[in-house]
């Protein structure tokens, strides 16, 4: 009997440390989810801007381009959240497709990404 407590003891304590650091890597993969999201939203506010009518094409420009700068610097939280748990690769793949894809196409789907991260069950 004191054999078995011997391995099981140093076992149970193995398998308790695995699953606590297990849930600290999600955890860590939704606060980097959310950093993303702050710099995503930003750019998704000077994007709409863009939508104003009184713009020259100069100033609309601009804007579009202060958007795109705003929401690449969002790649590196959401690369993290990303290696951590590739749930999130929904998230950083978008971001980076802003490079393709003009930002008001995408504007729903990194909307409702956000949501999902701001969200009390930020999981995908």
Same mark, same amino acid.
């Given at each position: 009997?004191?054999?078995?407590?011997? @391995?099981? @003891? &140093?076992?149970?304590?193995?398998?308790?440390?695995?699953?606590?650091?297990?849930?600290?890597?999600?955890?860590?993969? @939704? !606060?980097?989810?959310?950093?993303?999201?702050?710099?995503?939203?930003?750019?998704?506010?000077?994007?709409?801007?863009?939508?104003?009518?009184?713009?020259?094409?100069?100033?609309?420009?601009?804007?579009? %381009?202060?958007?795109?700068?705003?929401?690449?610097?969002?790649?590196?939280?959401?690369?993290?959240?990303?290696?951590?748990?590739? %749930?999130?690769?929904?998230?950083?793949?978008?971001?980076?497709?802003?490079?393709?894809? &003009?930002?008001?196409?995408? @504007? &729903?789907?990194? !909307?409702?990404?956000?949501?999902?991260?701001?969200?009390?069950? &930020?999981?995908?």
């Amino acid at each position: 009997m004191a054999r078995v407590a011997r @391995v099981l @003891v &140093p076992l149970s304590a193995l398998v308790l440390a695995s699953v606590v650091l297990s849930s600290c890597g999600t955890s860590g993969a @939704v !606060t980097d989810a959310r950093a993303s999201c702050v710099l995503v939203k930003r750019a998704l506010v000077i994007q709409s801007r863009v939508e104003a009518p009184n713009l020259t094409p100069a100033q609309r420009a601009t804007l579009e %381009g202060r958007a795109m700068s705003e929401l690449l610097k969002a790649t590196p939280a959401a690369a993290d959240a990303t290696s951590i748990d590739g %749930g999130w690769n929904a998230l950083m793949t978008t971001i980076n497709e802003s490079e393709r894809v &003009p930002l008001k196409n995408l @504007v &729903p789907s990194l !909307t409702r990404l956000c949501k999902v991260a701001d969200s009390s069950t &930020p999981y995908l």
